[in-house]
Structures are given as C-alpha cells and as structure tokens.
C-alpha cells in the first residue's frame, strides 16, 4: 500500500501516529502539504512519510488515500482533483455521504468511508468503515479494530455513538466535582474515579453474553446505592432525555 492524505489535521495525524508505532512498519505516507507545521511534524517523525507538493500530487503518489479535510471545504477541494479508477479512496468526512463523495472522486472505483477516531493514535477505538473492504478492513484492524457495516444507514447509527464522548466525562466531573465537595483532595478523587472506570470499561469483555441492562442490573442490587441512582436519574427521565438528544443527532447526521 502506498497511502496518501488529502488534509493533514489531527485526524490524519493520529491515523500516521498509529500506524508508525506499529513494530515493524514501512508503508510509505505522502501527505499533504496543509496543515503546514503537522505535515513538517510528521516527516520529521518518520523516515516513510513525505509532504506532496500538492493534494493532487498525493493522489499521483499513492494507491490508497484517505480523505481528510473539513467538511465545508469538502466538495471544492475534491473537485479540483484528478483521480484515478484504480484509486481506493476512503473518506473520513463525516457528513458528506459515500454516494456524493464517489461522484466526486470519479472515475475511483473503490469509494468507502470511515470513522476513525482520533484514540487510534494509541491503538486504541475501532474504526467503523462502509462498505466492507478487505483491504481497508487490514488497514484499519492493525490500528485498534474495525468493525465492518454493510450498509450507510448502519454507519450513520452507529456515528452516533461518538457525540456521547463529552457527556461521559461530564458524568465522570460530576462525581469527581461533588467528592471534592466532600473535601476528597482533587487527585485522590480523579485516581479513585479513573481506576473504578477502566475496571467497569472491561465489564462487556467478561461478559460476553449480557446486553448493558444486564450489567446495569448486575450492579443494581435490590435496596441498595446503585439501585437508588439508577431508579432517581430514570424517574427524573435522565435517559430519556439522552435518548432524545441521540435522535436529534442522528437526523443531523443524516443531514435532515
Ligand atoms: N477529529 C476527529 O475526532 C474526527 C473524527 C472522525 C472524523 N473526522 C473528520 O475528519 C476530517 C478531518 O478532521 P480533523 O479533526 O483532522 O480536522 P482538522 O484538524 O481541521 O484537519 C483538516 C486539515 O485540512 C487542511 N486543509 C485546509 N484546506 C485544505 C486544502 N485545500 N487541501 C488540503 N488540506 C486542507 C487544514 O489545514 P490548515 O490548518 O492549514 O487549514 C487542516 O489541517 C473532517 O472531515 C472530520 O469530519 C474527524
């Protein structure tokens, strides 16, 4: 694989970061020559990643490209460019459809998308990609997992799932806000907080069987303190209310 990426933000450079910490790894990265201090930052990284004169040099460089620049400039960057039909190209713009983006990187054959995320510079969060792709599928397995969906309404579903990162940790600053309150020192709280987290993060993994409701109950035990917060935050109709603001992105995401 010869990569190349057409917006050289953050994104782009958590894919680079990832990949080059893999142990052995070689691939040849061109990138594009903005952003102009990340791109400089990433060459002088790795010795396999080099700054195209332009972005349709990186497509004249590169068999696989991933498409990473803001939406808004989206539709004027890709037109200007010259693809090729044997080009794979994989578009991380959220909010452009796979179906717009493949007119506009014609005659490509190999049109996809993915939703990296930007833990990925640590191995870390599976990226979902649509349609399934075997070779974007390797890609992408190496730097964290992948899942593979078959169909756009499935993609968009699940993009969802990444509007909820700020409101986790809202919840996590909640607790943490409210034992400090108990005058817990700030540190002790935070450590405390983070531990128990990453223990109930591996929860679904020792159980693959149980759905969320289960672990939830799990730990509801009759009459206790679990049980008392969970019943007080859904009487106060606290999940519904994320329920509902899960739907108003979705048709945000869907561009409705
Ligand atoms: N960050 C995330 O968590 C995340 C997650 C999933 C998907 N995405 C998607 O990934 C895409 C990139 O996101 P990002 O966070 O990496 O954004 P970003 O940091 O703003 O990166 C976009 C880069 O594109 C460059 N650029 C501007 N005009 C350009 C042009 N004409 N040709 C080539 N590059 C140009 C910008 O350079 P300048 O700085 O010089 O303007 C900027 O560095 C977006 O479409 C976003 O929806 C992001």
Redesign the pocket.
């Known amino acids: 694989m010869k990569l190349g990426f057409?917006?050289?933000?953050?994104?782009?450079s958590a894919i680079v970061t990832g990949l080059k910490s893999l142990p052995g790894e070689t691939t040849p990265v061109v990138v594009?020559p903005?952003?102009?201090e990340?791109a400089a930052e990433l060459a002088a990284r790795y010795p396999d990643v080099r700054i195209a004169a332009d972005?349709q040099a990186v497509l004249d460089q590169c068999d696989t490209v991933m498409l990473?620049?803001?939406?808004q400039?989206a539709r004027e960057?890709l037109r200007e460019l010259r693809f090729r039909p044997d080009h794979h190209v994989v578009s991380?713009?959220?909010t452009v459809s796979r179906e717009e983006i493949a007119g506009l990187v014609a005659p490509a054959r190999h049109v996809g998308k993915a939703?990296?995320?930007?833990m990925i510079a640590r191995l870390q969060g599976a990226t979902i990609i649509c349609p399934p792709d075997p070779i974007v599928a390797t890609f992408f397995g190496r730097l964290g997992g992948v899942i593979e969906v078959e169909d756009q309404s499935e993609f968009d579903a699940l993009s969802v799932v990444t509007a909820t990162y700020a409101s986790y940790f809202k919840y996590l600053d909640t607790i943490h806000a409210w034992a400090r309150g108990q005058g817990v020192p700030g540190d002790k709280a935070r450590d405390y907080i983070t531990s128990i987290y990453k223990a109930l993060a591996n929860a679904p993994d020792t159980a693959p069987d149980e759905d969320f409701m289960h672990l939830a109950q799990d730990y509801a035990t009759r009459g206790g303190i679990n049980e008392q917060v969970l019943r007080e935050l859904t009487e106060r109709g606290t999940f519904e209310a994320f329920a509902e603001s899960l739907e108003r992105v979705h048709q945000r995401v869907v561009g409705k």
């Open positions: 057409v917006g050289t933000g953050a994104l782009s594009s903005r952003n102009e990340i972005n990473a620049v803001r939406p400039i960057v991380l713009i959220v939703l990296p995320m930007p």
